[in-house]
């Protein structure tokens, strides 16, 4: 029986034996285990899984549950179990997620007092942050009902103000500051209130938004061919994080017969939850940390600080089956009452569906996610992206296009700019020397070229000289 429990288990550790002269060596999984989602603890059992079995269970079964009184506190909820298999006796230690957190481990040799997390398969002591968090559990608090040393009468809400009237057709009245946690009974802010000023008080708030060149991450001066950086409130950072998704992205079309179907390549919906996790969800605890939008060619991820409040890995999770558990339920309950998300923990399955949705949309385009104990990030993957350079934001130029391109635009194009186009739309980020040798003209035709271009409308340059992209309308 307990060679399947060991086969089963996700949250444990093996111990052939009990380490009476180092009981910090299991003692700290204890407290791990307490902090987080709780585990088990296996004695008897080799790290290489085979069962060598105990000595005396009895007399360590009498260890175990002296030291974790003496040394944890608070006690947590364990249960210890005796097995007898194929001749061996071995121990289970079952912790139990526990809600009176920090559960600390106290040293014999310093008498210094530990709260230990779970990392992988190692418990470390909590880093800084996660403890101050676990504090706040243990309290039966989060992070955004904590009262600030800012009165209200300081700041101003405009921004709120005027998203609530517009999404919800409601006056945000004086009261509601109170209702919605944003201030307390004196008037001082709460750490949500801080986090939907006008103005910028939080520091940590703020949205770092990169569209890369390419399939990875290089030099933010060479290989970036656009860079913004946000700071202010969370509808400022959300509407910004938004804009700067479009401006960054393609939605090219195909004619069909009777209509013209959109092919975006993302769905806007799946965008816009994701950042309205990153935002509402994140570790603000952290400090120096940011929300990062990274846009590559063929994929956008959305990183924010802080992994899953449950302590959970969500890449070890069915997102069907999965329940909100919110680290900052003020601002989630606001932001879901403005209607940019619902309260059930449909977020991560309306990312899914709404890729589904998607022209050209196949399971190798089904969105990713991953967390750690510091960082949580959506993947989503652009369904236009082929694998050609510069596809990851375009088609080729007759999908585009297709052969009455210069007829939408009032005259026929030359054959010259028809080659231009071709090559900016495979790539467009490529230079007018690079044009030049592609199509066997001088770089003075081609600027000749390009400017006619721009004059009938059809291509525009933005960003730097050197950095900078083209962009070919659709006409």
């Not at 009165?151 to 006056?171: I, N, P, V």
Request: charged share 30%; glycine share 8%; with cysteine.
């Amino acid at each position: 029986m307990i060679l399947s429990l060991i086969a089963e288990a996700t949250e444990y550790e093996f111990k052939s034996e009990l380490e009476r002269e180092k009981p910090v060596s299991w003692l700290k999984s204890v407290s791990a285990f307490a902090n987080g989602i709780g585990g088990t603890i296996f004695f008897g059992i080799g790290n290489d899984s085979k069962p060598v079995g105990l000595a005396d269970a009895q007399s360590d079964a009498e260890f175990i549950s002296r030291r974790i009184k003496d040394r944890i506190a608070p006690l947590p909820d364990f249960i210890l179990t005796p097995h007898s298999e194929r001749g061996k006796d071995f121990l289970t230690l079952v912790v139990k997620s526990g809600r009176a957190t920090p559960y600390y481990h106290s040293s014999s040799a310093d008498g210094v007092k530990r709260a230990y997390v779970r990392i992988g398969n190692e418990s470390i002591p909590a880093p800084d942050h996660i403890l101050n968090e676990l504090i706040l559990k243990g309290t039966n608090r989060t992070y955004d009902i904590i009262a600030t040393e800012y009165k209200m009468a300081d700041y101003s809400f405009t921004l709120l103000e005027a998203t609530y009237k517009q999404r919800t057709r409601l006056r945000f009245d004086q009261t509601d500051y109170l209702s919605f946690g944003l201030v307390n009974e004196d008037d001082f802010l709460t750490r949500a209130g801080s986090l939907l000023t006008d103005q910028h008080i939080v520091y940590n708030s703020r949205l770092f938004c990169t569209r890369w060149n390419g399939l990875s991450m290089g030099s933010i001066f060479d290989d970036a061919i656009d860079d913004k950086e946000y700071e202010g409130n969370l509808i400022y950072l959300l509407n910004s994080g938004c804009d700067f998704v479009k401006n960054n992205t393609k939605v090219r079309f195909v004619k069909e017969a009777m209509e013209r179907i959109d092919k975006p390549d993302y769905a806007e919906r799946a965008v816009t939850e994701a950042l309205v996790n990153a935002l509402i969800h994140r570790d603000y605890l952290i400090m120096g940390s940011e929300i990062h939008i990274d846009i590559y060619d063929d994929r956008l991820e959305i990183s924010s600080p802080g992994g899953m409040y449950s302590g959970k890995m969500i890449q070890e999770q069915d997102i069907e089956l999965m329940k909100s558990e919110r680290r900052n339920p003020n601002i989630a309950d606001l932001f879901h009452r403005m209607r940019y998300m619902e309260r059930r923990g449909s977020g991560l399955k309306k990312i899914v569906n709404e890729t589904k949705t998607l022209s050209g949309y196949d399971e190798k385009f089904l969105p990713a996610f991953y967390s750690t104990v510091s960082s949580f990030t959506v993947v989503l993957k652009n369904v236009n992206y082929t694998g050609v350079k510069g596809d990851g934001r375009g088609a080729d130029f007759g999908d585009r296009f297709g052969d009455n391109f210069g007829d939408r635009f009032g005259d026929k194009l030359s054959e010259i700019q028809i080659k231009i186009l071709e090559l900016m739309c495979k790539d467009e980020t490529i230079s007018a020397k690079s044009i030049a040798e592609n199509i066997g003209i001088t770089p003075r035709g081609v600027e000749s070229n390009i400017s006619a271009l721009k004059k009938k409308g059809i291509i525009e340059r933005t960003g730097t000289p050197k950095n900078g992209r083209w962009i070919v309308k659709e006409g």
